[in-house]
């Protein structure tokens, strides 16, 4: 949910309620709404069932991802379904005072927990790579538990204002018949301060930080001194080349999560303090042509991480084909046990 004056509709020239919107914004979003909560289901169960299905995936990275898929199942079963009514219901809210507050909190809980997930799976890398010798035995899967503790410990505290923001109240259709209208104004200066502060603390540092520690990973991969030296065996080279697909996936994760979550960001905070004139020039069709665009980019990004592991991991690939060969195996002894139980033997004594 993207945060917004009590002015807005004011300034756009339409009244407390919006008429209906343009067509294709309904028929594209619902594409895409859609599209991204089939994949992003399916594929997010998927992570977590062959993580906690196969022992060799058991690995501190994957627990994180886990974790991160955790984050997406949420934006995608509590943040999701209300966007896509609050669309079509022309920004009349069915679903009480309470989830009016709890949709944008948990956004933003999960959006920080995804933060700080990533910034744990790409400093985990980055002392293995550049520090092999101090991380070993660094973190073991007790410890993750910990981290993963801590970060939704974090997550949920600097939020906590957001649970404040959203206003559930009254508000008429065009004929005054009354209907209930969930709007999150920016009336208080501390508002703005903590939307600045967790702009910058979760999203401008952890941007340029994951950038550095990127780009750290990468030089000491592609510029390795056993490779200079002429000193890598066949086995140390195939090691460097898992490493490297490792440092791209994780490179794929951290931009995808900025592209999809920064346009967001961005335009709530220039809806803050853009002058009256640029909304107005706007018009009602251009202004949820804009807000669309943002949600659909949000929840994109909650069913990519998914397939960015599927097509950058062998052992995730190999992991999900061992997955639907023990169904079929299983389908088979139970196909096969049913059969045996039906058949009927034939008696020495019939007719």
Known sequence: MIPVNDSLNDSLGVPPVMPEPPIYILVLASLFFSLTFIVGFFGNIFVMTIVFGFKRMQSRMNFFFVNLSVTDMLILLVCMPSAMVDLFAKEVWYFGEFMCKMVHYTENVVTLASVMTILSITTDRYRGICYPMMSKGHWTNVRVSVVVSVIWTLAVLSSLPTFFFPVFKDSTWLDGTPVKVCRIPIDRQWKVGY??????????IPFFVLSGLIICMGRELLWHRDLQEGRADKEARYTLQKRRRVVFMLTLVVVA????LLPQRIVGLWI????????????????????????VMVYINSALNPVIYNCMSTKFRGAVKDLFHRRRQYNHVIITRALTLTTVPSSSGSC
Do not use: K, P
């Open 195 to 204: 939307l600045l502060s967790v702009f910058t603390f979760f999203f401008v």
């Open 257 to 260: 999560f900025f592209l999809c």
């Open 272 to 295: 803050i303090y853009t002058a009256r004139s640029n909304l107005e020039s706007l018009g009602l069709e251009g202004y949820l042509n804009l807000v669309t665009f943002t949600r």
